[in-house]
């Protein structure tokens, strides 16, 4: 009974470490990256994700993205905290003319959007197509 109330004084087993995969993403920040964007994704595909931290529905999608995400995926990947940085989100619908959303993925080639998703669409872009 004692060992019910209060545990057993036996050593446990540990219990093995969950390791948090890490995407590398880059900050977009400040609207002047946005040209540089454009310019690289003549060379390589750029990937924007938009995300809201006060929404638990982005945060549930953006989640799925990282545990799906290609991490040999050839694609530069960028992560914006729309919140903190309302005029780059507003910059970002206007240079690359799609209707603000978020959660939102855009894929950039050749200084446009060649695709972009929101919510539960954005985990089913196949994005190697873009590579």
Request: hydrophobic share 35%; aromatic share 10%; proline share 4%.
């Amino acid at each position: 009974m004692f060992k019910k109330l209060f545990g057993s004084s036996e050593p446990k087993e540990p219990k093995e470490a969950k390791v948090e995969k890490v995407l590398p993403w880059q900050p977009l920040s400040d609207v002047s990256q946005l040209e540089v964007i454009a310019e690289k994704s003549k060379t390589k595909t750029q990937l924007i994700f938009k995300h809201s931290t006060r929404c638990g529905i982005s945060s549930m999608v953006m989640k799925q993205f990282v545990s799906a995400y290609d991490v040999d995926n050839n694609a530069d990947l960028y992560y914006l905290d729309l919140l903190s940085y309302r005029d780059v989100s507003n910059e970002v619908g206007y240079k690359f003319q799609v209707m603000h959303q978020s959660p939102q993925l855009l894929v950039i080639n050749n200084g446009v959007v060649v695709a972009h998703a929101s919510h539960g669409g954005i985990n089913e872009l196949e994005l190697e197509r873009y590579n």
